[in-house]
Each structure stands twice: as structure tokens, then as C-alpha cells.
């Protein structure tokens, strides 16, 4: 076996690992804008989260995805 195939991961999950954890990080950054007292406006409750769950959903897929 070379070392390249005793790794958990492939170079495709790993990407998109990259792109889950921006995603995540794009939902934590749009709740922060909300001008609304508390984040109770449409950034706060709505938006950033579909986006942060969109990353979690990005992650799933990168753990669970085949080399």
C-alpha cells in the first residue's frame, strides 16, 4: 500500500471540507451584520443561519464522500 492510499481522505474531500468551513464561517460573519437590537432583524435570524446549516450540510457530504 503506498501512502496515499492509507489516508482517511482524498484531495476532493478535503476541498470541499475548505469550502464547508468558508460557507460556515460566511453565515457566522453574515449574522454579525444584522443592525437590528440583539440580531433580531432578517440577517440575524433567517439568512446567516440557512447559510451556516448550508455549510453543515457541505461538511456531511465531504466526510461521507467516497475517494
Known amino acids: 500500500m503506498s ?3 492509507k489516508l482517511a481522505f482524498g484531495k476532493n474531500n478535503y476541498k470541499l471540507m ?3 468551513i468558508a460557507v460556515l464561517i460566511t ?3 453574515i449574522m454579525t ?3 437590528e437590537p440583539h440580531g433580531f ?3 440575524g435570524l433567517t439568512l446567516g443561519p440557512i447559510v451556516v446549516v ?3 450540510v ?3 457530504f465531504a466526510i ?3 475517494k
Do not use: A, P, S, V
Request: charged share 25%.
Open 54 to 56: 448550508c455549510g453543515f
Open 18 to 20: 475548505i469550502l464547508g
Open 33 to 35: 451584520l444584522d443592525t
Open 27 to 29: 453565515g457566522f460573519i
Open 58 to 60: 457541505i461538511q456531511f
Open 64 to 66: 461521507l464522500k467516497k
Open 3 to 5: 501512502d496515499k492510499e
Open 41 to 43: 432583524g432578517f440577517l
